[in-house]
């Protein structure tokens, strides 16, 4: 909402600057996103009488003004129609920089002098008159800066709290700032009360807590005055017609919308109720709605008149020769509004404010302004007043303990500065039953936010400012304390990610159908948006491996050798109406321009080793698209499947626009951090070892997990990978491994013999199983 | 044959390198070395020889042995000379270590835990994906509250809602531990509104909630606390202020500010307004409260005996301020360029 600090200032007890208001706001938890200030008008500006107008001997519409500014005489030369002589007018004397920028110098114009400018009300950006030049009151003195006439008004655009209805109005403003300074705001005006009877005929049946209308007769015959006009534009709202801007400026200043029908467009009695199937409304924006039956609206005799609370209809639209009125303050339920605005799209300064849900009592005060107004502005005369009540306002009184108070604000508060800090914000306070207990008898209809006590030590708080709040620590006194591990060690994982090299990439969790598909992922097993911001993020990702194609894509020149991992989460889809699972996923991807799944391996089993787990990598035979043929496998941590690692389809790689190779692992971290056990401290060889090691030619499909295997049970030694090769001197299918054998006796040095004695057993063992022959020397 | 101590000398002297001494040393010291032989022979002498031939022997090796040494000495000099004598820029720069990079929010997310931790906090953590009650009602935001437009919601097509903020995680935290009270917790995690983006909001972010009730806990507290974990973010000399808001699960509720770190809370740098603060001298780092009685009230917590407070903020929003990042989207676009900064 915007809203012109001067209009606060009506309302205000005291005079107050725009920066105390606009502190003041910020105190009471009102956010001032922006304040505007007009820049004063140069003090070089000041109003002259004009003594004497002559023609310009060389130019027909110009004239040579004689003006006074009560110390000297000047000469202008001034092309407005309306100078006159006797005129008070703004002068710009040589020197002003006007409101636009532009500098006043001493001129010749066709040859005559002109020692300054009489100004438009335009040029000095007090108003869109330019036709002639600004006509100045008669008791303008000669001399006085027009910027003390004219000072300068702040305009605040503010967000408020969305409890607060009262705060979408100057007069809550007012009274917010008047409360956090001291100055006090004014009251509100009497309510208009109904006439007893022949008021306009009404028949609310749903969703109106009160309905007033009242008619009055209206000779609206001049457009409305400048200061009204001026805080409108402040508001961002436009000037229509006297009688609009009434509305209008009524609502702004008190939160209560209204309405006003063209009296004669109207088949009376007005009624407010659900839309019938297929009625429709053209509103006053020119669209043509249906509606739908559960759609609020004003309806008279032949039909729909208007969106309740939103907006009125053009077929009962006031315009310039309206002679009668009828005005509507209604008290619509806030829900329904919402609901219908949602749905039409069409959120109205109306609708904001009912949304928001509005007290009975506030329709007829707004409506005894309105009429105000309107007999003041647009000729109005009241006629007659209906006012149907539907809902009787309550009471509402709330009981504040004096202990209570302190013990949640965690300072002392005496029960006198208490009742002091509500009386300021007009909420009536007394001390009840000794002085223990601050009694509010009635919360202030206008504050329907105020429920029970808390709220009321928030109000105090609030006045009497969160610096007086002082600082301390909450003692802890747990009754038991209980360990997590779970972060230690997932920062243990992490320390190994950023020791291998690796990237920490965050990515979006939703992704596109298009992403899915290029991994052929069926859609329908996937969570999906009902109002995703955008199709590219329009189902929840099941795999963290559609994210990360993107980000190697993104990427594409950054390196041909780099990797990252992401720990998230992913959204498993289960039976409708149950949360889905939300497994908390490691993902690694590697690219280089070749031995990618090598250097990925190399990642994994230090994980592994890091967290003192045992990881089996099972290969896959089955196809699974976005995986190279062959080269998937899952990874197991016992008989629980962790994930899966693998080399990605070159193809899919090809596509992406990326060279060389791609190798991928995503495994589900919850079971690697419950089970990471700490390592075991091994002792240390007292005695050197003995190594060989052994080259043989196996079978290409013989895995080094079932070499291992095979040599598990060699005694007193163990089996390292040295290398594998495939190629030259190699039978085709086959291919040259190296193994190293450590010998090592915890009692001596092991002797040539024994180390022998290992190798020849191993490759006893290697032949039977798999055939193995050793690999000829050279 | 006797030896001549000086042509040994000589001889050790002009030794060209290690080897040619070490093969020296064997020839002149070794089991069957001349000079040792020398000395073996000296038992073979008559008695009345072996005083005087014995001391010579022994001299002599000594003196072999020292000018072995010498020798030794000098060529490894010589030689430590000659490899430095290529010249070694002192100011280069070193082999990088093949480190990572930890993502900025990341590092801010461990930092903040770290900083709980040693307050006393545990972590805590609730689904992404939560039910409309956890993440609205039981939060005092009834459906068609106008709360629930503060947070633009995305809403999944069966049921369920990507979570808006991590406070549900407070409730499903009080509803295991309402019999075990004092809790004191925080629960970071993501968080995802349906919102355009800017350069300060994305759709998703992680944000840090705390939460803690107890008998007896006071807005008192609840500023200490805040004021406590401000400077532990952003330095001993922050300062913190609070203003009044609306929350729908806390009451009271306020806005937690810190001073500029660019400024010092001054909004000048020089004649300009700080670029940081747009002026004001004061950042906005988030949200807290007084738990709404109604909140308690909804897990079964009596209000007018336990009270707490709870607060919430955005570690991209500090990793922003904290490393000069004035875009919030390049948290999640990932580009290694921004990222390998980190």
Redesign the interface.
Known sequence: MKVSTAWIKEWLCRTMSDKEIVSAL????I?VEQTIYSKPLDKKIVVALVKKVIQHPGADRLKIVFVSTGKEELRIVCGAPNVREGLKVALAQVGTTLPSGDKIMPAKLRGEVSEGMLCSERELDLGPDHDGILELPDSAEPGTTLCDMYPSDAIVDIKT????FDLLSVVGLAREVGAITGAGSKELPEGLHADKTGGPEVAPKVGAKRFMLVRMKVAADAPSPDWMVARLRAAGVRSISPIVDVTNYVNLELGQPLHAYDATKVKLPLTVRLAKAHERLTTLDGVKRKLETDDMVVADATGPVGLAGVMGGVSTEVDDTTKEILLEAATFD??LV??MAKRHGLRTEASARF??GLPVQLAPVAMARAVELLTQVAGGLLVAVTDQLNVAPQERPIELRHD?LN?????EVTMKEAVAALGQLQIEAQPADSAEIIAVPAVPWWRPDLK????L??EV??VLG?DR????????????V?F?HM?GRR?QL?RV??????????????VSQDQLADLELDARQH???????SVE?AY?RSSLLPSHLQ?LA??RT??KT?G?YEL??V?EKRG??E??A?PLRLGVMVRRPELAYRQLKGILDALARELGLELKVAPETSAEVGWAAGRRATVWLGKLRLGQIGQLDPALLRRLKLGGEAAYLELNVAPLLEQARPRVFQGLARFPSAQRDLAVIVPAEVMWADVTAALADLPQATAAFVEDYYGEGVPTGHKSLTIRLTVRHTDRTPTDGEAAAVEAKALRILERKFGAQPRAEG | MALDEAQLKARIEGAADEAALEALRVELLGRKGSVTEQLKAVGELPPAERATAGSAANQLRLAVQAALEARGIALRQAQFTQELSTPLDLTAPGTQP??????P??LVL?EL?ELYWQ??Y??AEG?????EWYNFEALNIPA????R??QDT???????L?RTHTSGIQIRHLELHKD???V?IIAPG?V?R?E?EDARHS??FHQIEGL?V?E??????L???L??MMRGILGDQTK???????F?YT?????MDATCVVCGGTGKLGEKDCHLCGGSGWLELGGAG?I??QVLRNIGID??VY?GFAFGFGPERIAAIKYGVDDVRE???????F??QF
């Open positions: 910020e105190q009471a938890g956010e709290q969305t409890n607060r806030g829900v919402r609901k949304e928001r209570f013990r949640l604000l965690g300072f029970e006590a808390q709220d030590v928030e708080v609030r969160y709040v002082p600082s301390r620590i909450p003692v802890w006194r747990p009754r038991q209980s997590d972060h920062r992490q990610l950023y020791g291998a090299g690796l990237f920490e990439v965050m990515t979006y969790s939703f969570l999906k948006l009902k109002n995703p911001l993020q929840l980000v993104r990427n950054y390196a780099v990252f998230s989460r959204f409708s109406g949360q889905p939300e | 093949a480190l990572g990079h930890r993502h929010a990341s461990d835990i307050m006393g545990q972590v689904p992404e994906v939560e039910t068609d509250h106008p709360a437009d503060m995305f809403y999944l097509e069966e049921a369920h990507p075990e009270l004092p004191r993501k995802y349906n355009d759709w998703t803690v107890d007896g806990i006071s807005l008192a507290d500023k200490g606390t004021e406590a913190l202020r609070l203003r009044s808001n609306y729908p009451e009271p509720s306020v806005e007084m709404h009685p209000p007018m009270s948290f999640w676009r990932p580009n290694f360029a990222l390998e």
